[in-house]
């Protein structure tokens, strides 16, 4: 694909022609570099002008899948400079590793008149660990500035391509003018190809290429794939939304089967009855829950005296959860199996929670292997079994007519509370006989604030009385992990101190630590001083403490959903009481806004009785998800909020 650039007053714009495979390594303009902006989105910080992707596979025993990336990136803002840093993930574990084969880079500016060439210096290439199973090339090309062009090339080789293709995403977090990608697949491999997000292919071709495939002598026919888009919008991320994967525009590509030159024929994809058996024998799964012994041995005699099954049930949680420690790895395979995981006091989330699942089963309880794709994971694919969508694993503990969804990975998480990471859609369970089924990740708890405040207007000025604030469900949990940030109480009480601005706190108490309380409360005993002084007035602001800063919702139409995980409840009562001789003669006005179909509301009123006035501040999310269709209520919502939060009562002497 050939592309025409033409500055016209200082501003980008780009008509598309037809190329070939890629296009030519150095060939910028004068006159791309002289244009200042981009006419599509006047906001963008840089703009890819050309892309191209190349994915295929290596006939060569040595080389797996190598792919080529080539891009030009036209700097238009002082935010982009960032793109100038080169960041390639490549993929290790104890056998293989993702290589990168080759790099070049380059910066372009203009110099008199001319276009001036600045290459990096290879041997300037970093490589960074970034966990156990990833190292990143870092690279940063020079002379980058406002109104540059950089140029990318760079080749990867990966052994890891076995299950998945190379996925391509079309959108980034700036704009493209054109983006185009080559998938050339060997007929031995048979995958399924799914695109997602809301912008269209201006290309999506398909041919045959004979005998592109020759390992070790043999040969085979080639799918060679070709998709386009063309003037790109930016996938701009906004708060309250699950994996970008789920909605950026993008190409993924899933194996479904394998065709061996020998006649064999590997079926990856397979149904769920298939499935069932191999995540039950699966040595680092199912495998693992013949150790359950193992896991209760020390409190086996202790148990024994426990008839109530959920109280049981809640002992086994508490001593998996208090006996390994999470070493922040993911996963819902075990890494080096649950009875050296209990030795060795630390594992994965899949060490941990086929501990918990093995123990209860040794204690002849209902317990049940669900696997769970994370919020940042994405969704997983429900057709069919895509056990590799999957990156979690929680326990399913059936007591009586009632579930629980249990995870021992955190020591402030409650029995039957998930992780607000493991929110996300609908969990596959593997009973211990019969068929897996999807289960509704259905939140136990919320988020849930009450606070109560009762002042008294001092003739003074001043403001003395008592707050208390009250948090439940993942509000609670909140404040559980943020005092255990702290080394002790009086510092966690230090740093409240610096976020209640003008308010003095004289006394302090702090009730619901543990994990087996239904709130955690702070209750202060409060003296305000500092009002604001207006002549014979003074100003208060009665949101003392978690005041929005802005609104979370600034896009002006969201293409995707607003996911808060669970439902959200935030009320405030202030009870103010002042002296006869004052009177209020501002203050915000009743404000009130209800979602339609019950989705939620917001309510606002004051009532004064001339020496006393009361607040009633409720904000209500009552689903979990909204629809971009209600966006704009969820955005009207929290303005109105904000509104309210940020405006001063005006109190003022009688005349």
């Known amino acids: 694909m050939k592309l025409v650039l033409t500055a016209i007053i200082s501003v980008i714009t780009f008509v598309v022609v037809a190329q070939d495979h890629g296009f030519p390594y150095g060939q910028v303009s004068a006159e791309q570099l002289a244009a200042t902006g981009y006419a599509r989105d006047s906001s963008a910080s840089a703009v890819v002008l050309r892309e ?23 700097i238009l803002k002082t935010e982009g400079l960032n793109k100038a840093n080169i960041s390639i993930p490549l993929r290790r574990n104890d056998t293989k590793q993702q290589q990168l084969l080759s790099i070049k880079a380059s910066s372009y500016n203009l110099k008199n008149g001319s276009v001036e060439e600045t ?3 290879t041997k300037n290439i970093f490589t960074e660990k970034t966990n156990k199973y990833w190292d990143e090339k870092k690279i940063s090309i020079p002379n980058v500035r406002v109104g540059s062009i950089i140029e990318v090339l760079y080749t990867t080789d990966d052994p890891f391509f076995f299950y998945n293709f190379h996925t391509w995403e079309f959108q980034s977090d700036i704009p493209k003018v054109y983006s185009e990608y080559w998938a050339t697949i060997p007929g031995n491999f048979i995958y399924n190809i799914t695109w997602r997000g809301f912008q269209k292919f201006s290309k999506n071709e398909s041919e045959l290429i004979r005998e592109c495939y020759s390992p070790a002598g043999q040969k085979a026919d080639c799918g060679r794939y070709k998709m386009a888009m063309e003037n790109i919008p930016a996938f701009k991320e906004e708060g309250f939304m699950t994996a970008k994967s789920n909605f950026i525009s993008a190409v993924y590509f899933e194996l479904s089967e394998v065709r061996y030159f020998d006649g064999r024929v590997d079926k990856i994809t397979k149904d769920w009855k ?27 005699s202790e148990l024994n005296a426990i008839s109530d099954p959920l109280e049981k049930a809640k002992r086994i949680y508490n001593h998996v959860n208090t006996t390994i420690l999470w070493n922040e790895y993911m996963g819902m395979v075990s890494d080096e199996g649950i009875k050296k995981a209990m030795e060795k006091k630390t594992g994965n989330i899949a060490d941990i929670n086929l501990a918990l699942i093995a123990g209860m089963r040794a204690a002849d309880l209902n317990v049940e292997i669900a696997l769970i794709s994370t919020r940042l994971n994405g969704v997983p694919t429900e057709l069919h079994p895509v056990i590799t969508d999957f990156n979690y694993v929680v326990a399913k503990v059936n007591i009586g007519d ?10 402030y998480l409650p ?7 493991c929110l996300n859609g609908k969990a596959r369970v593997f009973p211990e006989k019969g068929p897996s089924y999807w289960y509704d990740i259905v939140p136990a708890e919320k988020f849930k604030e009450v606070s109560i405040m009762n002042l008294t207007l001092q003739p003074e000025g001043t403001i003395k009385g008592n707050l208390e604030y009250a948090y439940y469900g993942y509000d609670a949990y909140d404040k559980r992990t943020d005092l255990a940030s702290f080394n002790t109480k009086e510092d966690y009480l230090a740093d409240l101190k610096k976020k209640m601005k003008l308010v003095t706190i004289n006394s302090f108490e702090l009730i619901g630590e543990d994990i087996y309380d239904p709130k955690v409360v702070h209750k202060f005993d409060v003296e305000i001083e500092a009002l604001s002084q207006l002549g014979d007035g003074f100003t208060l602001n009665p949101f003392f403490l978690d005041k929005l800063e802005s609104n979370p919702f600034k896009l ?12 959200q409840e935030y009320t405030i009562i202030l009870n103010l009481t002042y002296p006869e001789n004052f009177m209020i003669v501002e203050k915000p006005e009743r404000n009130t806004l209800t979602i339609p179909g019950g989705g939620g509301k917001f309510l606002f009123e004051v009532t004064d009785s001339g020496t006393k006035a009361t607040m009633t501040y409720s904000l209500v999310l009552s689903r979990p998800v909204y629809t971009s269709a209600e966006y704009k209520y969820l955005k009207e919502l929290f303005n109105r909020a904000l509104q309210v939060q940020n405006y001063d ?7």
């Open 415 to 421: 029995f039957g509370m998930l992780p607000f990471r």
């Open 52 to 74: 191209f992707g190349d994915a295929y596979v290596s006939s060569s025993a040595d080389r797996g899948l190598i792919f080529e990336h080539h891009y030009l990136i036209k």
């Open 274 to 300: 298939d499935a069932d058996s191999e995540i039950r024998t699966e040595p680092k799964i199912g495998g693992q829950l013949k150790r359950g012994k193992d896991i209760i041995g020390k409190i086996e």
């Open 649 to 655: 009562w005006l109190f003022k002497k009688k005349q």
């Open 556 to 567: 002006t139409e969201r293409l995707y959903p607003v996911n808060f995980g669970t439902t």
């Open 119 to 121: 290459a990096i210096n």
């Open 402 to 411: 009632k579930s629980y969804l249990v995870d021992a990975s955190d020591p």
